[in-house]
């Protein structure tokens, strides 16, 4: 029984140090993906009104810089790990009615094909976005610097 409480606790240990380096992938990687997104939408922003119009958007030229804006700069404070929570809640936000608006479909069909739903290109950013919110940015942030240093928390 020593034999497998031993092995157990060590599984326990690793999974304890992946945590953190997981969140760091997915931050860097999803991050630099909603930074790019957001700089491509700034690049041809007229077709980006003009999709959000027919989509039936409310406000399309304001809401098509409010969107590029938030996945460009929610994406670099994303992979910085600065103020990750409140970039994870407006990218969740974002991702969220991407699927409501241009992929309500995916949506309708979760629970009879949910491949569908996944398969989506908001997907990860909405995953990664609300496993951010969850989790926080993990050890390797600025906001964990933050935590520690400034507000004198371990």
Same mark, same amino acid.
């Given at each position: @029984? !020593?034999?497998? /409480?031993?092995?157990? !606790?060590?599984?326990?240990?690793? &999974? #304890?140090? +992946?945590?953190?380096?997981?969140?760091?992938?997915? $931050?860097?990687?999803?991050?630099?993906?909603?930074? !790019?997104? &957001?700089?491509? /939408?700034?690049?041809?922003?007229?077709?980006?009104?003009? %999709?959000?119009?027919? +989509?039936?958007? =409310?406000?399309?030229?304001?809401?098509?810089?409010?969107?590029?804006? *938030?996945?460009?700069?929610?994406?670099?404070?994303? @992979?910085? &790990?600065?103020? %990750? $929570? #409140?970039?994870?809640?407006?990218?969740?936000?974002?991702?969220?009615?991407?699927?409501?608006?241009?992929? #309500?479909?995916?949506?309708?069909?979760?629970?009879?094909? =949910?491949?569908?739903?996944?398969?989506?290109? =908001?997907?990860?950013?909405?995953?990664?976005?609300?496993? *951010? +919110? %969850?989790? &926080? =940015?993990? @050890?390797?942030?600025?906001?964990?610097?933050?935590? $520690?240093?400034?507000?004198? !928390?371990?």
């Amino acid at each position: @029984m !020593q034999v497998f /409480k031993s092995f157990y !606790q060590g599984f326990i240990n690793v &999974g #304890f140090w +992946l945590g953190p380096v997981l969140l760091l992938g997915m $931050r860097l990687i999803w991050g630099y993906a909603f930074y !790019q997104a &957001g700089c491509n /939408k700034f690049d041809d922003i007229d077709k980006v009104v003009e %999709s959000f119009a027919g +989509l039936g958007i =409310p406000f399309a030229y304001y809401n098509a810089y409010l969107v590029a804006g *938030v996945e460009c700069i929610g994406g670099l404070w994303l @992979m910085a &790990g600065f103020m %990750s $929570r #409140f970039a994870a809640a407006l990218l969740a936000i974002t991702m969220t009615v991407a699927y409501l608006t241009a992929h #309500f479909d995916a949506v309708a069909a979760l629970w009879t094909e =949910p491949s569908l739903f996944m398969g989506e290109a =908001p997907f990860m950013f909405w995953l990664t976005s609300l496993l *951010v +919110l %969850s989790f &926080g =940015p993990g @050890m390797f942030s600025i906001d964990a610097l933050f935590k $520690r240093f400034v507000f004198k !928390q371990e």
